[in-house]
C-alpha cells in the first residue's frame, strides 16, 4: 500500500488517450453551447447560456453525480467571506431552503448555507431543468479536443468524449465552449493555449507568499503545537506519507500544489452510521505518523487523554433544519487543526498533468488514505481509549452518496492547471483595485493555502535526531504584505476581504481560443488562486461566461449553422451588457457590497394562473425599480419577474414581455392580492399569497 502514497509523480498529460476512442463513425451533435463539468460553476453557465431556452446547452460532466464540490464533494457554498450569496448561488440556497421549509428562503442567512448534498444537488437539477434547451449527460469524460475551421482565429472545433464506462464515445460541435471544469481539460487539451501549474518563485511576480513557504500558523503545524515526531521506523526506513525529498529552498518555485481530499459525511445519529471499514489493502503501520502524533499531543499535555475527532479533522455539521427534518445529525468531515489531518500534501503530486488513468490511481489512493485515517483513529488499540471512544460516536452518513457506497465521489481538487490569460491576478493586484471596471463576479476569501508538502528536517532542540514538518500552509489577508491572519495587524474580516474578478482572467489570450472561456481554472498566480478557488465565485463567474457567450450568440448572422466557429471572439464581448445582465436579470453582485434588501415582504406566492408556469414562490432581491423591490421567480430562475412600473404592478420579463397585471395602480410598497388582470398570459389571471411577517 506505500506504493500508492509515496513518491507520486504525473506522466505526460493525457498521453494516448485519444487512442482509446473507438475508431467507428460517431454521430456529431451540434450545439449552441458545450459546458463541461456540471459543477457550480458549469451549472450557472449552461443557465445562463441559454438566455431563457432559446439557446442550445450541452453540459457534460465526468461523474455520475452533478454539482461538483457543492454537492457531490459534500462542501455546498459553504465559504462566502464578506459576499454572501447573490445571482443564482442565492437562489440554489433558496431552492434548498424551500425543500426544508416548504418556501423559498435563504438556508441559514447570518453564516454559511450548508443542506445535505442530496439536496443540494436536487437544487442544482432544479436550476438545469428550468431551462428546455439544456440537456445534460453524466458520466462523460474529454478526450480529445480538435481545432475547428473558419470564424475568429483560434477556434475549438469538434470535442470527443467517452461516456458509459468509456464504453460510448460522443462527439460534440459547439459555436462556443465554457470549460468549468477543476483541472481545465478543454484548456489543456486543446494545445495552444497558455497556461500553468505548480508555484511561481517569488521572483516570478514578487509575491511574498510564494513558492517554498514555513509558516508561522499554528494550524497544521508540527513546530507551533510543539508535536515532535520521530520520522522513521525502528530499522532506519522512513514511514509512510513524510516525502523522502528535501524542503525547496525558501522561496523557489515548484510542481507542487497543495493538498487534496475527500469531504466525508459522518453521522451521529444510530441507525444512519455506516462503520468506519479498513480500505483494501488496508496496513496499519500506513499511518504510523497518525499514531505519532496522537502520542505527542499527549505527551506534551495538549490533549492528556487522547485526542478527540474534532482535533484531527474539522467537524461541521449540517443547518439544524436539516436535522429537524430527517432526524439526522450529519456533519462534514474535512481539514482539520492537526498537522496530519484529512489533507494529505504530496498524494497529488503530478496530478494537473496527470492522465485519466494517473488520476483514478491518485484518486484511489487518497480515498484509500481518508478511510484508513477514520479507521485507525476508531479501532487501532494503540490509540488512546479516550480517542477511540470519540470517534466510534461517528460513521458515515447512510442517507449520504448512497450510489457511492456513502462516500462522496468528487476529490476536491484545491488547485490543477490554471490558464494564463488576458488578465492575471496575483497577491499584489488582487485587491489593488478592489473595484476593477471589468469586474464580472466577486471574491471574498482570503489567501488559503493548505499544506503543500511535508518532509524531515533536523531537530534544532536535539542536535543529531530529525523531525517532521509541514510546508506550505498559509491564511493571510489579502494584499501585498499578506499578513498572517493569526497577526494582530491582519485584516481577514468578512468585511475587508472582497474584491472584483476582471472577465479577462476567463477568456485565453487573443488568437489562441476565440470560442473558449474558463469560469474556474481562471487567470492567477498560484498565490491569487488560494483566494478564487471558492464554490460560490466559481457559480458567479459560470454565471457571467454564461451571459457573455449568449450575449456573443446573439449578434451571429442567421445563416450561421448551429456549432459552426463564431466570427466574433469572446475577447470582443461587451462586458458592460455583461454585468448589466448579471446585476439586473440574476442579482448578482459586483463591485463590492450591496445594499441590504429592505424589511419589506420575504416573498409572494402566485396560484391560479391560467399559464401555470407563473405559478410558484417570487423571492425579494437586492433590486429596486420605481422605489419598490422587484421579486423574482425561485422556479423559473429568476427570469419571470414581479415588478412595478408606472405604480402598475406586474408578472412579466422585464423589457420583454408582460403576462399579468395589477388592475388599478397602487401608491403603496406592495402588490395587490386580488384584482390581476390578464395581458399576454392565458386566462384566468392570478392572484397572491404574501408570506406571513414571522418570514420577513
Not at 3 to 32: K, N, Y
Not at 464 to 471: D, Q
Not at 515 to 531: E, K, M, T
Request: glycine share 10%; proline share 7%.
Amino acid at each position: 500500500s506505500q506504493s500508492m502514497m509515496m513518491g507520486l509523480r504525473g506522466v505526460g498529460l493525457w498521453t494516448a488517450v485519444a487512442a482509446t476512442v473507438a475508431a467507428v463513425p460517431v454521430e456529431i451533435e451540434t450545439v449552441d453551447v458545450l459546458v463541461y463539468s456540471a459543477n457550480a460553476a458549469g451549472v450557472a453557465a449552461a443557465v445562463t447560456a441559454s438566455e431563457d431556452s432559446k439557446y442550445s446547452v450541452k453540459v457534460m460532466e465526468p461523474l455520475e453525480m452533478i454539482g461538483g464540490m457543492a454537492a457531490a464533494g459534500g462542501v455546498a457554498l459553504m465559504n462566502q467571506g464578506g459576499c454572501g450569496l447573490s445571482g443564482l448561488s442565492r437562489n440554489w440556497s433558496m431552492l434548498c431552503g424551500e425543500y426544508y421549509y416548504g418556501y423559498p428562503t435563504l438556508m441559514t442567512p447570518t453564516r454559511a448555507p450548508f443542506p445535505s448534498m442530496n439536496v443540494s444537488a436536487m437544487a442544482f437539477w432544479t436550476l438545469l431543468n428550468s431551462r428546455t434547451s439544456i440537456s445534460v449527460s453524466t458520466g462523460c469524460r474529454v478526450v480529445k479536443v480538435t481545432r475547428g475551421t473558419g470564424g475568429a482565429q483560434g477556434c475549438l472545433g469538434q470535442v470527443d468524449f467517452l461516456c458509459a464506462n468509456d464504453t460510448q464515445p460522443v462527439s460534440i460541435r459547439a459555436t462556443y465552449l465554457i470549460d468549468a471544469s477543476y483541472d481545465g481539460d478543454l484548456m489543456t487539451m486543446a494545445g495552444g493555449i497558455d497556461f500553468t501549474s505548480g508555484r511561481e518563485a517569488r521572483s516570478v511576480y514578487n509575491e511574498s507568499l510564494a513558492g517554498v513557504i514555513l509558516h508561522n500558523d499554528t494550524l497544521e503545524s508540527f513546530i507551533k503545537q510543539n508535536l515532535t515526531v520521530d520520522p522513521y521506523f525502528a530499522n532506519g526506513t522512513l514511514i509512510p506519507y513524510i516525502d523522502a525529498d528535501p524542503v525547496g529552498a525558501f522561496g523557489s518555485g515548484d510542481d507542487r500544489v497543495m493538498a487534496y481530499q475527500f469531504f466525508a459525511c459522518l453521522s451521529t445519529t444510530p441507525g444512519n452510521m455506516v462503520p468506519f471499514a479498513p480500505p483494501p489493502h488496508y496496513n496499519p503501520d500506513d499511518f504510523t505518523l497518525l499514531l505519532r502524533e496522537t502520542e505527542a499531543a499527549i505527551a506534551n499535555g495538549q490533549y492528556p487523554h487522547g485526542p478527540p475527532l474534532a482535533w484531527y479533522g474539522d467537524v461541521q455539521c449540517y443547518d439544524a433544519i436539516v436535522e429537524k427534518v430527517t432526524g439526522n445529525r450529519d456533519c462534514l468531515f474535512c481539514c482539520g487543526h492537526a498537522p496530519m489531518d484529512p489533507d494529505q500534501p504530496d498524494l497529488n503530486r503530478g496530478w494537473p498533468s496527470a492522465n485519466h488513468s494517473r488520476r483514478l490511481e491518485l484518486t484511489q489512493a487518497h480515498r484509500y488514505y481518508l478511510q484508513g485515517f477514520l479507521h485507525f483513529i476508531a479501532n487501532d488499540p494503540r490509540m488512546p481509549n479516550a480517542t477511540r471512544t470519540d470517534a466510534q460516536r461517528y460513521g458515515y452518513c447512510k442517507d449520504e452518496y448512497k450510489e457511492f457506497d456513502n462516500f462522496p465521489p468528487q476529490i476536491y481538487v484545491r488547485n490543477s492547471n490554471r490558464l494564463q490569460g488576458e488578465a492575471l491576478l496575483t497577491q499584489n493586484n488582487i485587491v489593488d483595485p478592489q473595484v476593477k471596471p471589468d469586474g464580472v463576479a466577486m471574491g471574498c476569501w482570503s489567501f488559503d493555502q493548505h499544506t503543500v508538502s511535508r518532509h524531515v528536517i533536523p531537530n534544532p532542540k536535539r542536535p543529531g535526531e530529525k523531525m517532521v514538518i509541514n510546508e506550505g500552509f498559509f491564511r493571510a489577508s489579502l494584499g501585498s504584505e499578506g499578513l498572517s491572519c493569526d497577526h494582530p495587524d491582519a485584516d481577514c474580516s468578512e468585511s475587508g476581504n472582497w474584491y472584483d474578478v476582471p472577465f479577462g482572467a476567463m477568456t485565453p489570450k487573443r488568437g489562441q481560443a476565440s470560442n473558449l472561456l474558463v469560469p474556474v481554472v481562471i487567470s492567477a498566480s498560484s498565490v491569487a488562486y488560494a483566494s478564487t478557488r471558492i464554490e460560490n465565485m466559481f457559480m458567479d463567474l459560470g454565471s457571467a461566461a454564461g451571459v457573455a457567450v449568449a450575449q456573443l450568440l446573439g449578434s451571429r448572422a442567421p445563416s450561421s449553422p448551429t456549432g459552426s466557429c463564431p466570427t466574433v471572439a469572446v475577447q470582443d464581448t461587451n462586458i458592460t451588457a455583461v454585468q448589466n445582465v448579471l446585476m439586473d436579470v440574476y442579482g448578482q453582485r459586483l463591485h463590492g457590497q450591496a445594499p441590504r434588501v429592505p424589511n419589506v415582504t420575504a416573498w409572494y406566492m402566485v396560484t391560479g394562473a391560467g399559464s401555470p408556469e407563473w405559478d410558484g414562490y417570487y423571492v425579494a432581491t437586492d433590486e429596486v425599480d420605481n422605489a419598490r423591490v422587484v421579486y423574482r421567480s425561485n422556479a423559473s430562475t429568476r427570469t419571470r419577474a414581479l415588478y412595478s412600473y408606472a405604480s402598475v404592478w406586474r408578472l412579466g420579463i422585464e423589457g420583454d414581455e408582460i403576462f399579468y397585471v395589477a388592475g388599478t395602480p397602487t401608491t403603496g410598497p406592495a402588490p395587490p392580492l386580488t384584482g390581476w388582470t390578464v395581458a399576454n398570459g392565458t386566462g384566468p389571471a392570478p392572484t397572491l399569497l404574501a408570506a406571513p411577517p414571522t418570514q420577513l
